[in-house]
């Protein structure tokens, strides 16, 4: 996984409409996972093809497609990704846009300010206790709630480390 040059393109014809969902959601997933420890480590990737390809998705996908291509094209620094990720940011759907304004933060924009501002309001108008959870749906829930408001946080953290 810390070789992108190879294990990229292998997962980007992998995650290609004309795969099965089941692989596509992995090579996804995968690509997100690839990106983020390159971005971790320092070394963001740059590739233009794997750039346009997520761009392709998530204006063609939805749902659970477009909100983890979302969440791998936040890892790709450029124009074109940053772009279409403030486009992202209007989605109607809240995961999608969640991890729009998260690339965004990682890439160093302040255009999520607001939407983070959003979530930590609502975050503490709510309770987090997992051992109330009592259903499987509740725990979906619950799990989605808490990777709102760390997202948020992340946010919070990324700028003030950015501060002289």
């Given at each position: 996984m810390d070789v992108p040059e190879e294990v990229l393109p292998i997962l980007r014809t992998a995650s290609s409409a004309d795969q099965d969902?089941?692989?596509?959601q992995q090579a996804?997933?995968?690509l997100g996972m690839v990106l983020g420890r390159s971005h971790v480590a320092g070394r963001p990737v740059e590739d233009p093809e794997l750039t346009q390809h997520l761009i392709d998705l998530t204006a063609r996908e939805t749902?659970?497609?477009r909100h983890i291509a979302t969440y791998s094209l936040g890892f790709l620094a450029g124009e074109p990704a940053e772009a279409r990720?403030?486009?992202l940011?209007?989605?109607?759907?809240?995961?999608?846009r969640a991890n729009a304004?998260?690339?965004l933060a990682r890439n160093g924009s302040l255009a999520a300010v607001d939407l983070f501002a959003a979530l930590l309001k609502e975050a503490g108008d709510q309770e987090f206790e997992p051992s109330r959870i009592a259903q499987e749906n509740e725990a979906h829930a619950y799990f989605e709630r808490v990777q709102l408001a760390t997202n948020a946080l992340m946010f919070v953290k990324l700028q003030?480390?950015?501060?002289p």
């Open positions: 969902p089941w692989i596509r996804l997933l995968s749902g659970l497609f990720l403030l486009v940011m209007s989605d109607a759907d809240a995961k999608t304004a998260s690339g003030a480390e950015r501060l």
